[in-house]
């Protein structure tokens, strides 16, 4: 449990920890914009959420813990270039390599729980895995802003011995699981259409706010998504193995999970990074000020994560993820109504850091949990689909804000917050909508 919780804190924890650093990093590259220092941020979305199912269909086939220790020697050799990068070139370079690393890591650290613990223990685990990306996701800007008062070459250094450590006690203590040999290797068409769908729609949302919503390039981007996304579900109907196997939507509980992941993490992308930049940028915080000033969200999540098996054989898992979606929304509403140009922390931001943290703890555990509810051989692939949908959504999410808030205002945020209330709505209603039907 230890190996497979660090290595997926270390890869989820690199995606958010990263934008309280883009200032320092373009300090220390003279003469590049900011358009191109934000490609630090945008190659690893792309190509993490790309990656991640191709990935997950392959270690199944190939090999589950050969997947796992192959993607965090990566992640670790690949750190270790960044954070000795001498251009930004190398650097984006670098991200974009440490994102396939971390998405071979995340989908398969979840498949290997099943097989590593009795099926009785299977809620608590799970509900400890996914409690594990609620909190690296809420701690990446606390632990980014102290990190970057030292240098900011440290957010990729420290996952140098991290990375070491886990690689050997992975292959002391993890489990080897793949399918029987014989087992048809995933179709090729339908991992390329795939790939290409998800890339070009994240690039589309990456740099739509910049190009411009009708900007014949954005909405090339687009076209050629919805291509490839149309090629992605034919295959998926008609080949023998696809990437994507339609059996992972026959239960209602997966289907439920994949849509109200993606909505809710649109809404959580702004929630993590509205409240970084309307601290620094419009209340003047320093970049640890403002991280320090979040981590009442990560503790509070901390709290319900580590309780998610209890929630979950109590309440079963409906009932936590729509109260934590729920919760997103009226964070929203009540920093529309509370914050403004005048600092007032503990008035104003303090308490929706609360509920975010009530709902990263008790939304997404119940939501990767339904991976569970799948045949044992589709355990890492269904992984792959959910978290595909969380960084697609985030892509989204963080296109959104950038959109609604081109200038540091309290309208604009407030537009942000508005979406991420919808946001949080419209998963509870997904969740509600789709929720397994009892039988006596």
Do not use: C
Request: hydrophobic residues 55%.
């Amino acid at each position: 449990m230890a190996v497979l919780g660090a290595v997926a804190f270390m890869a989820q924890l690199d995606f958010f920890v990263v934008n309280v650093a883009l200032d320092g990093i373009g300090q220390s590259f003279p003469g590049t914009s900011v358009a191109s220092v934000s490609w630090i941020l945008s190659a690893y979305a792309i190509v993490f959420a790309a990656v991640l199912v191709p990935a997950g269909r392959i270690a199944d086939h190939w090999g589950r813990k050969k997947m796992l220790l192959s993607g965090v020697a990566l992640f670790t050799l690949t750190s270790a270039v960044a954070a000795a990068a001498p251009s930004l070139g190398v650097l984006v370079g670098a991200r974009a390599l440490q994102a396939v690393g971390a998405a071979m890591i995340v989908p398969t650290s979840l498949g290997l729980l099943y097989p590593s613990f009795p099926e009785r223990q299977h809620t608590l685990v799970v509900g400890l895995w996914a409690g594990v990306g609620a909190i690296a996701a809420s701690a990446g800007p606390p632990v980014g802003g102290l990190l970057v008062t030292l240098d900011w070459r440290w957010i990729f250094l420290i996952n140098v011995p991290v990375g070491i450590a886990t690689l050997v006690a992975g292959a002391l203590l993890l489990p080897e699981v793949r399918q029987p040999r014989g087992a048809a290797v995933p179709d090729a068409p339908s991992a390329l259409a795939l790939l290409l769908a998800v890339s070009l729609l994240v690039l589309a949302a990456v740099q739509g706010p910049g190009w411009g919503w009708t900007d014949l390039r954005t909405v090339a981007l687009f076209a050629a998504a919805a291509l490839a996304a149309a090629a992605t579900v034919e295959r998926t109907l008609r080949a023998k193995a696809p990437v994507i196997e339609k059996q992972l939507f026959a239960g209602r509980q997966f289907t439920a999970a994949t849509a109200a992941l993606f909505l809710f993490s649109a809404g959580f992308a702004i929630v993590l990074l509205s409240t970084a930049l309307f601290m620094q940028e419009v209340w003047h915080f320093s970049p640890l000020r403002a991280g320090v000033s979040i981590a009442p969200a990560p503790l509070t999540s901390i709290a319900f994560a580590m309780n998610a098996g209890p929630i979950q054989h109590r309440l079963g898992r409906t009932a936590p993820a729509v109260t934590g979606t729920l919760a997103m929304a009226l964070a929203a509403g009540y920093w529309i109504a509370s914050v403004h140009t005048t600092p007032d922390y503990w008035g104003g931001m303090f308490p929706g850091l609360i509920l975010v943290g009530l709902a990263g703890g008790l939304t997404q555990a119940p939501l990767f949990a339904a991976a569970g509810t799948l045949a044992p051989e589709r355990a890492t692939t269904g992984s792959a689909v959910l978290n595909m949908s969380r960084q697609i959504g985030s892509a989204v999410g963080v296109a959104l804000l950038v959109a609604l808030t081109p200038q540091a205002t309290t309208t604009g945020f407030d537009h942000a917050w508005s979406v991420q209330a919808g946001a949080g709505i419209a998963a509870a209603g997904a969740l509600l909508a789709l929720r397994p039907r009892h039988t006596p």
